[in-house]
């Protein structure tokens, strides 16, 4: 597994592992538990693909299952727990996977006593057209020079 971490749902640590391909695992005792299941093991048998659980090599492995099947379980799940697990699901574990360097940035930046908002993306730079011929000038007129000091 690439790294493991614990999320909070409504008081309840769920340990939710990533593979190296990127893949969410759940821990599936506390996804059943979180949607009401009384009893884990058939509910995963009951509604999960088996291709997408895993069992830990620790001592006393742990099943673990990949996001369908966390979805799986949630629609055969109340509506209303099914929409708590969704939001948990969205809102705290989805949201903390984005690589928020990937997310445009807004920058100010001044150049020749001219404020300019520069956009950083991708791990490039990014300036407005009107912004760069402000600065630098157009074809049909030479840049402006700075004031003498």
Not at 36 to 54: E, K, T, V, W, Y
Not at 124 to 134: I, N
Request: charged letters at 15%; hydrophobic letters at 40%.
């Amino acid at each position: 597994m690439k790294y493991a971490r614990s999320f909070d749902f409504e008081g309840q640590q769920v340990a939710v592992r990533a593979g190296t391909d990127g893949r969410l695992w759940f821990c599936a005792q506390a996804i059943c538990s979180a949607l009401r299941f009384s009893d884990s093991q058939a509910a995963m048998l009951n509604h999960c693909r088996p291709s997408g659980i895993l069992f830990g090599n620790e001592s006393a492995p742990q099943a673990m299952i990949d996001l369908r099947n966390v979805l799986q379980l949630s629609h055969h799940s109340s509506p209303s727990h099914a929409a708590q697990v969704y939001d948990w699901l969205c809102n705290c574990v989805l949201a903390s996977q984005l690589d928020h360097t990937s997310k445009p940035q807004l920058h100010q930046l001044m150049a020749n006593d001219q404020q300019l908002q520069v956009l950083r993306w991708q791990g490039s730079w990014w300036l407005a057209m009107q912004d760069a011929v402000g600065l630098f000038g157009s074809a049909d007129e030479p840049p402006p020079r700075p004031a003498p000091s």
